[in-house]
T-cell receptor
Framework: DAEITQSPRHKITETGRQVTLACHQT?????MFWYRQDLGHGLRLIHY???????NKGEVSDGYSVSRSNTEDLPLTLESAASSQTSVYFC??????????????FGPGTRLTVL | GENVEQHPSTLSVQEGDSAVIKCTYS??????FPWYKQELGKRPQLIID?????GEKKDQRIAVTLNKTAKHFSLHITETQPEDSAVYFC???????????FGTGTSLTVIP
């Protein structure tokens, strides 16, 4: 079955280290998104991509980067991890539906702790 | 950009009662409004959505209403059950944007 997966599911790292979170979807969706979820803030958009070689900044992009070299994957990199980046990270994807917005489907999440 | 506000932040109801969660949005151009349910430790999952060309949509015990003039939309859950206990998020999206702007969530507890 088509799905969206994230790895690792849990990660503990130290301040200043580079960390990459993986997101892989097998739906052949054009759109992919990264969110962080913190208590009291809901889901906040970090970066998104509408297709291969396309990346865009979201609401809370500082300290994060993404790259889209194929349709299936959108890895999220924390260049130099900070304690403020301790959070649960969700990847999502949706079909490019012309002028109609399409539903986003979420991955299982990655819990990241920065010590 | 779009700003979505969601109320209440917590809601407790007795089993069998109805629950209502309300969201407001700021940009009149928004035209797609999904609702997600997130159980503890799980991913958000779509439960119902509505587009701006309709005023109400129902799916069994859940319904969503949209008032474009007032720029607010609501989730209604009838005959609540303990398994309805979760955090619910609303969102709004512009045409062609494919970006969702989420509310801050409502933690619903259904008391048996």
């Amino acid at each position: 079955d088509a799905e969206i997966t994230q790895s690792p599911r849990h990660k503990i790292t130290e301040t200043g280290r580079q960390v990459t979170l993986a997101c892989h979807q097998t739906w052949n969706h054009n759109n992919m998104f990264w969110y962080r979820q913190d208590l009291g803030h809901g889901l906040r958009l970090i970066h998104y991509s509408y297709g291969v070689q396309d990346t865009n900044k979201g609401e809370v992009s500082d300290g994060y980067s993404v790259s889209r070299s194929n349709t299936e994957d959108l890895p999220l990199t924390l260049e130099s991890a900070a304690s403020s980046q301790t959070s649960v990270y969700f990847c999502a994807s949706s079909v490019l539906a012309g002028t109609s917005t399409d539903t986003q489907y979420f991955g299982p999440g990655t819990r990241l702790t920065v010590l | 950009g779009e700003n979505v506000e969601q109320h209440p932040s917590t809601l407790s109801v007795q089993e069998g009662d109805s629950a209502v969660i309300k969201c407001t949005y700021s940009d009149s151009a928004s035209n797609y409004f999904p609702w997600y349910k997130q159980e503890l430790g799980k991913r958000p999952q779509l439960i119902i959505d509505i587009r701006s060309n309709v005023g109400e949509k129902k799916d069994q015990r859940i319904a969503v209403t949209l008032n474009k003039t007032a720029k607010h939309f609501s989730l209604h859950i009838t005959e609540t059950q303990p398994e309805d206990s979760a955090v619910y998020f609303c969102a709004a999206s512009y045409p062609d944007a494919n970006q969702f702007y989420f509310g801050t969530g409502t933690s619903l507890t259904v008391i048996p």
